[in-house]
């Protein structure tokens, strides 16, 4: 199940951890080096850079629509 929460900590962010486990982040991330899971999380980090850009490319390109029914 995806979980953000759990993301955050894979990616060694400790922020949102309440329980005195936060020292160990570090050991948790060290684990993924060399993982199908490691590999998983930079390819699922690429495609966000993908989707972000896409993103504003789309709210340009709708910005020029409505302009041009502007005209």
Do not use: P
Not at 15 to 29: C, P, Q, T, Y
Not at 49 to 66: C, D, G, P, Q, S
């Amino acid at each position: 199940m995806y979980c953000k929460h759990r993301f955050e900590i894979l990616e060694g962010n400790s922020d949102r951890i309440i329980s005195g486990n936060k020292a160990d982040v570090s050991k948790v991330v060290e684990w993924l080096h060399g993982t199908d899971i490691e590999q998983s999380m930079h390819e699922v980090k690429i495609m966000e850079a993908i989707v972000e850009k896409n993103k504003r490319e789309l709210k340009k390109l709708k910005k020029k629509l409505a302009r041009s029914m502007l005209d």
